[in-house]
């Protein structure tokens, strides 16, 4: 069974600063993706950066960036001059492709609070 | 702008009660999908469908059922609600070209 473990339930950093938020997964699957979501007081679930296993380039969203590192199964988000609005829950997620008729599923981490400071 | 779409924000009731949940999504979507949400637990699927009156348990699929009548709308039912099944429900679909899920804002079930 797929896991996804992020190991800081909270964090917090000051605004324009640089934070990164941990996740590493355990699968036996060599073809999946990766995701990171952002899920703010309103409770939307907001897809922050996706990449895809197959990709050795790191994937790129303006201020959010990802540092995925196959072999040691992690992928952490980096987030740079963070601003007031980050300030969300944030969630690592993993999905692969299972059988026939679109089947599938994605695995959710526990989050890990993220606080930006003025 | 495409969406999805849960009927309720908040929502109160009885233990014993059978509870329906809406989604709908109005991307053309083929698969649909429930989640619960837990402090600390993260987020859990309930079940999903990739087509019409097609459905799959997820991991926690004890005392819910669904129902998908048309692509568009999928219905979580709690046939009996208990006080364990108090909590925050959000609902997701995937276009299968596509590789990210839209979410619904989610409805927070209180069972008293």
């Known amino acids: 069974a797929q896991t996804v473990t992020q190991s800081q339930p909270e964090m917090s950093v000051q605004e324009a600063e640089t934070v990164t938020l941990s996740c590493t997964y355990d699968?036996?699957?060599?073809?999946?993706?990766l995701f990171w979501y952002k899920q703010p007081p309103s409770r939307q679930m907001i897809l922050v950066i996706r990449q895809e296993a197959y990709k050795q380039q790191n994937a790129t969203e303006n201020r959010f960036s990802v540092n995925f590192q196959k072999a040691a199964k992690s992928f952490s988000l980096k987030i740079s001059d963070s601003q007031l609005g980050d300030t969300a829950m944030y969630f690592c997620a993993f999905m692969t492709l299972e059988g026939q008729g679109g089947s599938e599923k994605l695995v959710f981490g526990k989050g890990t609070k993220l606080t930006v400071n003025p | 702008d495409v969406k999805v779409t849960q009927s309720s924000r908040y929502l109160v009731k009885r233990t014993g009660e059978k509870v329906f949940l809406e989604c709908v999504q109005d991307?053309?979507?083929?698969?649909m999908f429930w989640y619960r949400q837990d402090p600390g637990l993260g987020l859990r699927l309930i079940y999903f469908s990739y087509d019409v009156k097609m459905k799959e348990k997820g991991d926690i699929p004890e005392g819910y059922s669904v129902s998908r009548e048309k692509k568009e709308r999928f219905s979580l039912i709690l046939e009996s609600a208990s006080t364990n099944q108090t909590s925050m429900y959000l609902c997701a679909s995937r276009d299968r070209a596509a590789y990210g899920y839209t979410f619904g804002s989610g409805t927070r079930l209180t069972v008293v």
């Open positions: 991307m053309d979507h083929e698969n």
């Open positions: 699968t036996s699957e060599n073809n999946y993706y």
